[in-house]
């Protein structure tokens, strides 16, 4: 059993920062790949960007430059900086994880991003 908690959504204003925070419980959180997703208002969730164990990223085009993945093994930690921030970037932001077989998922964080 693997419990993700997200943390540091809120409200920002165009052009401005967050970053988010997703602790796992997992006791061997270092082997695992860790990944954001996002999930507007009446949409599909997407894919935001992926950090394997090697370090190895992966970002959707739409914030490519942008948002920064990493992980810290030693807080069983996984970040998500997010700069330059758009009000297309409104969503609720998931962290998920893939555990023998079983995907895993946080209970969410909003982001609004304000014009």
């Known amino acids: 059993q693997v419990q993700l908690v997200e943390s540091g959504g809120g409200l920002v204003q165009a052009g401005g920062s967050l970053r988010l925070s997703c602790v796992s419980s997992g006791s061997i959180f270092s082997i695992y790949a860790m990944g954001w997703y996002r999930q507007a208002p009446g949409k599909q969730r997407e894919l935001v960007a992926t950090?394997?164990?090697?370090?190895?990223?992966n970002y959707a085009d739409s914030v490519k430059g942008r948002f920064t993945i990493s992980r810290d093994n030693a807080k069983n930690t996984v970040y998500l900086q997010m700069n330059s921030l758009k009000p297309e970037d409104t969503a609720a932001y998931y962290c998920?994880?893939?555990?023998?077989?079983?995907?895993?998922w946080g209970k969410g964080t909003l982001v609004t991003v304000s014009s």
């Open positions: 998920t994880t893939t555990v023998a077989g079983r995907q895993y």
């Open positions: 950090i394997a164990s090697t370090g190895r990223t």
